[in-house]
């Protein structure tokens, strides 16, 4: 089975300063995408950034990168120069392979950012 | 082009009353998955339709709660009996499952319940 923990219920950061949203996982499958989802207030839910179990490369969009630290099963969301509509939920999400029913997503249970001025 | 959507995009509706939550995935998406947020909370799975195969029912909490799908187009969420404890925001999300596991579902803006 598939599982997502995010241990940070809630996030304060200032306007035009970096944070970081924790992410760990685990899965028995080889093969895996990381996603992270934004929620704001609104309720869509937004695709930000994936990364996937075999990139070398850590993923980057924009001002999004995902920290992926395979060894100890981590897929941290960096948000740099953050701004006020960067305030919401954030949630990590992984997609297994089709074996064993992994392809269907798991989600985290989020963390609430606050963007302070 | 037009995304996925869901209507009503809020319901509310008194207990012991059945309702029937509507999900139009984006064309050409094979996979429709439901999940239910309740408030301040993660996405919990309901389930998934993939194609013409067997729904997977693995994540619905109760028989009240019933899905169809006919082909790869509308798929509608059935609660019957609905309980205070069914209120939550009811997410319908699509992909076109011939893309790989690195692929983001689409999501639609939900359906808001409220049982009163």
């Known amino acids: 089975a598939q599982k997502i923990t995010q241990t940070q219920p809630g996030m304060f950061v200032q306007e035009k300063e970096a944070v970081t949203l924790d992410c760990t996982y685990d899965t028995s499958d080889p093969s895996y995408g990381l996603f992270w989802y934004k929620q704001p207030s609104s309720g869509e839910m937004i695709f930000l950034i994936y990364?996937?179990?075999?990139?070398?490369q850590n993923a980057t969009e924009g001002r999004y990168s995902l920290n992926f630290q395979k060894a100890r099963k981590s897929a941290n969301l960096v948000i740099s120069a953050s701004q006020l509509g960067d305030s919401a939920m954030y949630f990590c999400?992984?997609?297994?392979?089709?074996?064993?029913?992994?392809?269907?997503?798991?989600f985290g249970r989020g963390t609430s950012l606050i963007v302070h001025p | 082009g037009a995304g996925v959507s869901q209507s009503p995009s809020n319901k509310v509706t008194e207990k012991g009353k059945d309702v029937e939550l509507r999900c139009d995935p984006i064309?050409?998406?094979?996979?429709l998955y439901w999940y239910r947020q309740r408030l301040g909370q993660g996405l919990e799975f309901l389930i998934y339709?993939?194609?013409?195969?067997?729904?997977?029912k693995s994540g619905l909490p109760s028989d009240r709660f019933s899905a169809e799908r006919t082909g790869e187009s509308v798929s509608t969420l059935t609660i019957q009996r609905t309980q205070q404890e069914d209120s939550a925001v009811y997410l319908c999300a699509s992909i076109n499952q011939g893309a790989s596991y690195n692929s983001p579902l689409h999501f639609g803006n939900g359906t808001r319940l409220t049982v009163t």
């Open positions: 999400a992984m997609r297994g392979s089709a074996s064993g029913g992994s392809y269907i997503p798991t």
């Open positions: 990364q996937g179990s075999y990139d070398q």
């Open positions: 339709f993939q194609g013409n195969s067997a729904p997977d």
């Open positions: 064309s050409g998406h094979t996979a």
